[in-house]
């Protein structure tokens, strides 16, 4: 599968991180390759937790060998503690693209949202459905962790994957369209 961009798609959290790898084409069809959680339990301390989310995403890393790794991007939240947590795992997730010398990039979650679903306040279930429907599962990624990871890795394939000029590159939907055009508007400021 030699014209397939292999992406690991990262969903931080302290408590679950969701892992998704995919496949991508060209023709922008994937492929699941592998999705899950890497877990820490809420009552280990801080450096524990990130000791054992390193070293899951590291199982990760040598198992499914990815291309390129794409995170959700850290935005505010209300509760300090919970989006403190997401940008160490963040954090620690680039690190690790950093040392396997991959290339990374990170997403908002309404880039995410409307990659997938075409709708940038889509909700969880919207989300797990359309992964599914696109990666042709029988039964929706769980959980939500793992479904944002998958994601997250299909976004990146469908918005960064296609070399520019290919015929792919065209092959854009609607929604990413409009997203691609806010983004071009929005760097000009």
């Given at each position: 599968m030699a014209s397939a961009v292999r992406i690991l798609g990262i969903d931080p959290g302290l408590t679950?991180?969701?892992?998704?790898?995919v496949d991508v084409r060209a023709d922008r069809s994937a492929t699941l390759v592998h999705v899950g959680v890497v877990r820490s339990g809420a009552d280990l301390p801080i450096a524990?937790?990130?000791a054992l989310i390193a070293r899951g995403l590291r199982e990760v890393f040598a198992a499914h060998?990815?291309?390129?790794?794409?995170?959700?991007?850290?935005?505010?939240?209300?509760?300090?503690?919970?989006?403190?947590?997401?940008?160490?795992?963040?954090?620690?997730?680039?690190?690790?693209?950093?040392?396997?010398g991959l290339p990374a990039?990170?997403?908002?979650?309404?880039?995410?949202?409307?990659?997938i679903t075409g709708y940038g306040s889509a909700d969880k279930l919207q989300v797990q459905t359309m992964v599914a429907r696109v990666l042709r599962l029988d039964a929706l990624p769980q959980p939500a962790d793992a479904a944002d990871a998958l994601a997250i890795a299909l976004c990146h394939g469908w918005r960064r994957g296609?070399?520019?000029?290919?015929?792919?590159?065209?092959?854009?939907?609607?929604?990413q369209r409009a997203w691609a055009d806010a983004e071009k508007r929005a760097t000009r400021r």
């Open positions: 679950r991180c969701g892992v998704g790898v524990e937790r990130l060998h990815p291309d390129v790794v794409a995170v959700e991007r850290v935005f505010a939240q209300q509760n300090r503690s919970t989006v403190m947590g997401t940008a160490q795992a963040s954090g620690i997730a680039l690190l690790l693209a950093a040392e396997h990039a990170t997403h908002t979650p309404s880039e995410v949202k409307a990659a296609a070399p520019s000029g290919s015929a792919a590159a065209g092959a854009l939907t609607p929604a």
